[in-house]
């Protein structure tokens, strides 16, 4: 898996967008960039993943850079039940993660 | 997506004591689990990858006889701590993949407390 480097905390009004970034500059060209997000005492969450071009669901939007090196996980609208852990991973496969300490977002009133 | 359900959610057991833990893939056919510890503060380790019908792969440092693992049908993976002590005491989270392979589905977690 390729290496992250994540901020180890952020807060956020609630309301307000969540921009989470997440630095993987020796991602190779056949890996992914997947986030989860752990709700304390609770197994992970997956939330998004993404190759090259940018991704949006129902939960957030994931935006890559062009040279692939960063990418920004954006919450739209973030609410109390945000407030998790959030992991980047670089990986070619889905399946076998590679955790790093993630971002601790904190969403408050 | 799909669900993965681990049981029990949280036990408690004497040093000594073996204990089971069973992760369970409700509405798909799991051909991999994993197995994941974490410690409090701290981010998940991955222990092993348990394929059915065939013997886990450990991480390094991992004992194999000690956490044992059987993945006999391809909706069930069991995690069995034998012998447990103290420092057992952790987070045990499992996940699972269809042969899709699109993204890693997590149990809900059970907390281990070894008294």
């Known amino acids: 898996d390729a290496k992250t480097t994540q901020p180890p905390s952020m807060d956020c009004a609630e309301g307000r967008a969540a921009n989470l970034p997440c630095n993987h500059s020796t991602i190779s060209g056949n890996e992914y960039v997947y986030w989860y997000r752990q709700i304390h005492s609770q197994g992970p969450q997956y939330i998004i993943h993404?190759?090259?071009n940018n991704e949006t669901n129902e939960m957030a939007s994931l935006i890559i850079t062009e040279d692939r090196k960063s990418s920004t996980l954006i919450l739209p609208h973030a609410t109390l039940r945000d407030t998790a852990v959030y992991y980047c991973i670089g990986t070619g496969t889905a399946s076998k993660l590679t955790f790093g300490t993630g971002t601790r977002l904190q969403v408050t009133l | 997506g799909a669900v993965v359900s681990q049981h029990p959610s949280w036990v408690i057991c004497k040093s000594g004591t073996s204990v089971k833990i069973e992760c369970r893939s409700l509405d798909f056919q799991a051909t991999t689990m994993f197995w994941y510890r974490q410690f409090p503060k701290q981010s998940l380790m991955l222990m092993a990858t348990?394929?059915?019908?065939?013997?886990?792969?450990?991480e390094q440092g991992v004992e194999k006889d000690k956490f044992l693992i059987n993945h006999a049908s391809l909706t069930l993976s069991t995690l069995t701590v034998t012998s447990a002590h103290p420092e057992d005491s952790s987070f045990y989270i499992c996940?699972?993949?269809?042969?899709?392979?699109?993204?890693?589905?997590f149990g809900q977690g059970t907390r281990l407390t070894v008294v």
């Open positions: 348990s394929n059915e019908g065939s013997k886990a792969t450990y």
């Open positions: 996940s699972a993949i269809s042969g899709a392979n699109t993204e890693a589905f």
């Open positions: 993404g190759l090259k």
